[in-house]
């Protein structure tokens, strides 16, 4: 999407052309105030679980207090639409994740636009999901599984967190590439998906790692493949889609924004002190832990990132033909 990689670039050159920071600002040094972390997702959400590590963190580190306050609803674009117009001064952040860049194209109007009016501080982590069915399935391995979803058409049910979000889109894209047809089945959140996978009324889903490695490993749930690009350390022995299904690749990113305007100096400072708490080891096993990954990259990089997402998740929301509940 040529259109939006030339509109970050513009908007990135903009940015480092900001005008420097007012007398007042110069005089009190980064941050002299507690800063708000907008969570786009309930407390306890893998978003919100990340912002709330890394924002003790930052209030050790910086000496001030980085308070997680969470505004879900709408697929997280009550937050960012918040975020976007906020005061441009570093006090207001937003969490990123994957459902914004999904919902850029899922949802025909926003009050804001993700590219446009949310500057990238940086990535935090990459959580990958996994291709679950119930112990009833027969399938065993992914080809079974393709095999035995063309021998019943319609008849499988998937389970999701809602449409639009991260594991309905993970299914989107598997059906997209192996020309399956399975049934999507939304509900309203990844638990009561969860519970109804367990409890066999739907008979597969791609839930993210953090909600689903206990099941797994109590041996409740049958992971068929991971869906990141390689292996995952937590899960050793399960192979990924793309081990099957060449090309196949879906992880839910997180990271932090800004209003856009927010001053170079204060997003570089930010996007260091990040950095350095993904190179720690205690912060990377935490993350290690709940079966995702750290993502650390510069301003530039988490930019485009999102752009390149942006673009993935258009042509799987176009394929699906989801529209917002």
Not at 48 to 61: K, V
Not at 63 to 77: D, I, K, L, T, W
Not at 231 to 250: H, I, K, M, N
């Amino acid at each position: 999407m040529k259109i939006l990689r030339r509109e970050f670039l513009r908007l990135a050159a903009a940015s480092v052309a900001l005008p420097a920071l007012s007398r007042i600002a110069r005089s009190q040094p980064y941050p002299s105030r507690p800063v708000r972390i907008i969570s786009i997702s309930a407390a306890g959400g893998t978003s919100d679980i990340t912002a709330r590590l890394m924002g003790q963190w930052l209030s050790e580190r910086l000496g001030q207090s980085f308070v997680v306050e969470n505004r879900p609803g709408a697929g997280g674009n009550i937050a960012a639409e918040f975020v976007a117009k906020s005061p441009a001064d570093g006090y207001t952040l937003l969490t990123v994740s994957t459902n914004l860049m999904i919902g850029a194209s899922l949802y025909d109007k926003l009050n804001y636009d993700l590219v446009r009016d949310i500057a990238p501080i940086a990535s935090m982590s990459r959580e990958t999901s996994v291709m679950l069915v119930h112990p009833s399935v027969p399938a065993k391995t992914v080809p079974e599984f393709i095999v035995y979803a063309k021998a019943h058409p319609g008849k499988i049910n998937m389970a999701s967190a809602g449409t639009g979000s991260g594991p309905h889109m993970s299914g989107e894209l598997f059906k997209m590439m192996t020309g399956v047809d399975m049934l999507h089945v939304p509900y309203r959140g990844g638990g009561p998906a969860l519970i109804d996978l367990l409890g066999g009324q739907v008979q597969v889903m791609f839930p993210g790692t953090t909600a689903s490695i206990a099941y797994i490993r109590a041996d409740r749930l049958r992971p068929l493949a991971v869906t990141a690009a390689t292996r995952l350390q937590a899960l050793p022995d399960v192979p990924t889609v793309g081990e099957f299904v060449p090309g196949y690749e879906s992880s839910a990113i997180f990271g932090l924004g800004a209003p856009r305007g927010t001053p170079a100096e204060i997003i570089e400072r930010l996007n260091g002190e990040i950095n350095a708490a993904l190179a720690s080891p205690s912060i990377r096993a935490r993350i290690a832990d709940t079966g995702a990954s750290v993502l650390a990259v510069s301003p530039t990089e988490f930019g485009r990132l999102i752009a390149d997402e942006i673009e993935k998740w258009a042509t799987v929301v176009k394929f699906s033909g989801a529209k917002p509940d």
